[in-house]
């Protein structure tokens, strides 16, 4: 009797769920991503409610989601999937700089985070770097958190900014687009009083006597590092 060929077993492709509120760039990774034989795309949403309904049901390898969304903060989406798909990998593609964000967003459960201007191989690689298990950052950000690993605590707080809790942070970027407190609270789904008790710790940790003095402070500092969008 002859002896059989052994049938080799193609590998399935990896599935990815984009979340990203910005129909170009979502066009643009589809794309990108529709050209590897290893990779596809198993869904997309522009906002987050959209994308946690979808994703437990599509189970997706991997979530390539922006930090800023319309309707929840990526942060606060992060932690919800994490909740509901413990083993899910999220990599975060974002305008804003790794310095304001890369930190948090792995503390709330992401495996990477890249800048959308990088090009599309160093995309790829970071894709595939967070697929095969790895965390993937640049080298300037990956050597900062290894630097506060190893001084501890007192390496951990190098800028005012850092102090704030990831809901402050939130907080703040809101109150530097020019949301008073009712909208931040309507926005959030917070009731005023909390958000109020969230100004009092803002204020306290950045060292800011008034509210205007804190408005002036959250103005400045959206204009200097984040985008405009509400």
Not at 78 to 102: F, G, P
Not at 187 to 192: A, K, M, V
Not at 199 to 224: D, N, Q, Y
């Amino acid at each position: 009797m002859p002896p059989q060929k052994a049938t080799t077993r193609k590998a399935r492709p990896q599935s990815i769920y984009i979340v990203d509120d910005h129909p170009i760039f979502r066009e643009g990774l589809i794309h990108l991503l529709t050209r590897e034989r290893d990779l596809k795309v198993c869904g997309e949403a522009d906002d987050a409610g959209e994308a946690l309904a979808q994703i437990p049901q599509l189970k997706p390898d991997l979530v390539l989601m922006d930090v800023s969304l319309p309707s929840k903060s990526g942060l606060e989406l992060i932690k919800d999937l994490r909740a509901v798909c413990r083993d899910l990998a999220v990599l975060v593609i974002s305008m804003h700089d790794e310095s304001l964000y890369a930190e948090r967003v792995l503390r709330a459960g992401a495996r990477g985070y890249i800048m959308k201007q990088e090009g599309p191989a160093r995309m790829l690689q970071a894709i595939r770097q967070v697929l095969e298990g790895h965390v993937f950052l640049s080298e300037s950000m990956a050597a900062r958190l290894l630097e506060t690993c190893v001084g501890g605590r007192a390496a951990q707080i190098r800028l005012p900014i850092d102090r704030l809790s990831d809901r402050e942070f939130e907080i703040l970027q809101l109150i530097g687009r020019g949301r008073s407190g009712p909208e931040i609270a309507r926005h959030l789904h917070l009731s005023p009083k909390t958000v109020d008790a969230h100004r009092a710790h803002i204020k306290a940790k950045l060292k800011l006597k008034s509210g205007p003095e804190l408005v002036h402070f959250a103005i400045r500092w959206v204009e200097a590092n984040v985008s405009s969008k509400s």
